[in-house]
């Protein structure tokens, strides 16, 4: 277990495409619903319970050694938007195509022969941070604080928002996704006696809505 | 848990990066045209499908900043049939897409590849940027920068990677020049001045036939990457 590949993996200089994403956020500036920090905060908590805390598990599980194509079926089962599933496993390809580069590994290389198609980014994740020796908690951590911070980043080139008002959040929401990674994290030890049904299944139903809004529209900044 | 590796590093950073294919077969050479927008990038792309589609196998990958209006351009004029031509978003950030980050556009590379084979061209269009914005190796094998004389004659002057570096300089729209004051001359000097013995092309594209010192140029770097996949 090596603390410094966690923040390899964590970074948002990472290149595996992440910052063409905005996890909703310009779906949700079109719709005024974000539009000051304050919005901003609502939005990013709330995804963090939501498909924050679900992404969490997965990668959890993943990185616990559950068998990935077990838990891409989950995760198939955990997100009902076409649009929100087409970019999960998009961001999945690239996370997997620079994770093969940046950790090569045989169990990698094998998850990408099994499903050139795609795998939910959050169990690419967790495999590979499994490959980069780190726990089920570091994968968790990762994915929950991910799923606040891209919409984060996205909001501040959206809106102009002060960037430091930005990052305070995800430094004051910090205990909030430590919480999240850890129910994650105790879900996903609970897998092998009780299957996948043991990860949680939280869902957003407007971010499912105004995913799909955002991949028909014709103008937009950001894939997802 | 392999966390001790050997040191050498992974040679396949991009997975598809050789010339030649496990297989024996070659894979296309891939062009960036980066630039300034409205240099005259898409005008560009299209002018080269134009003229090198009847003896090559091209796509195109556009990097549109918050449309899918270049790809919808060079869909509306014709000049590949739609699946030939693919459209990345860039999330506001257009350098990283081509410079830093170059998964999405990587993708929508192989994807072409895989549906199209054998294609000889791939042209990958950037969103359109400042000076600094090159393209990664990773990502193409050669590139192409796109200024104008429209956007100040002194551009060639103040540098930057794309200036210095691209492997063709392009200076489009000469036929402005009379009309914005722009002296092609001294253009020409200190973009000599800039990038020593690197090629420059002023052309007009809004003259028939203006792209050919471009074509030209790719032919040229066509037959390079032809000869080295067979060496
Ligand atoms: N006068 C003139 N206009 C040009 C020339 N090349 C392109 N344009 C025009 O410049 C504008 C921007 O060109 P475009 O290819 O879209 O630029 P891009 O943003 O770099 O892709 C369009 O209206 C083109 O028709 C040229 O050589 N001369
Ligand atoms: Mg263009």
């Given amino acids: ?224 | 848990m392999h966390l001790d590796h050997s040191t050498t590093l992974p040679h396949h950073h991009s997975h598809s990066a050789e010339p030649v294919r496990p297989d024996g077969s070659r894979r296309a050479l891939r062009v960036g045209l980066g630039g300034p927008v409205g240099s005259g990038k898409t005008a560009a792309v299209a002018a080269l499908c134009r003229t090198l589609r009847d003896r090559l196998s091209i796509a195109v990958v556009t990097n549109d900043i918050y449309t899918r209006e270049d790809a919808e351009f060079l869909r509306r004029e014709a000049v590949l049939s739609p699946e030939r031509i693919a459209a990345v978003e860039t999330g506001a950030c257009p350098h990283t897409a081509i410079r830093d980050d170059i998964s999405a556009n990587l993708e929508a590379v192989e994807q072409l590849e895989r549906t199209l084979r054998p294609l000889d061209l791939i042209l990958v269009e950037s969103g359109g940027d400042n000076l600094t914005a090159t393209f990664s190796r990773g990502l193409v094998d050669t590139q192409v920068f796109v200024i104008d004389v429209a956007s100040g004659d002194d551009i060639p002057r103040k540098g930057g990677p794309g200036i210095t570096t691209a492997d063709l300089l392009v200076v489009n729209k000469t036929d402005l020049a009379p009309h914005v004051g722009a002296d092609l001359d001294t253009m020409a000097a200190d973009a000599r001045r800039q990038r020593g013995p690197l090629p420059v092309a002023f052309i007009s594209l809004a003259t028939t036939g203006g792209i050919g010192p471009v074509a030209d140029w790719l032919t040229e770097r066509l037959t390079a990457w032809h000869a080295r996949g067979t060496a």
């Fill in chain 1, 1 to 224: 277990m090596t603390g410094a590949a966690l923040l390899v993996l964590a970074d948002g200089r990472f290149p595996a495409g992440g910052y063409a994403h905005s996890g909703g956020m310009e779906a949700a500036v079109a719709s005024r619903s974000v539009h000051d920090a304050a919005s901003l905060a609502a939005f990013c908590r709330g995804r963090l319970h939501t498909a924050g805390l679900t992404a969490a598990g997965l990668a959890a599980a993943a990185a616990a050694g559950h068998d990935p194509l077990m838990l891409d079926g989950a995760a198939d089962a955990r997100t009902p938007a076409p649009a929100v599933r087409a970019a999960a496993r998009r961001l999945g390809r690239q996370l997997l195509r620079a994770a093969r580069a940046t950790w090569p590994s045989p169990d990698l290389d094998l998850l990408a022969r099994s499903r050139p198609q795609g795998v939910h980014q959050p169990v690419v994740l967790g495999a590979t941070a499994r490959t980069a020796g780190l726990a089920p908690l570091d994968a968790a951590r990762c994915a929950a604080y991910e799923s606040a911070a891209g919409p984060a980043t996205a909001a501040v080139r959206l809106l102009g928002l002060d960037p430091l008002d930005a990052t305070a959040l995800l430094a004051r929401i910090a205990g909030e996704v430590d919480d999240v990674a850890r129910a994650a994290t105790d879900a996903a030890s609970r897998v092998t006696a009780d299957g996948v049904g043991a990860l949680p299944a939280a869902s957003a139903p407007l971010l499912d809505i105004i995913g799909e809004r955002h991949a028909a529209r014709t103008v937009r900044l950001f894939a997802s």
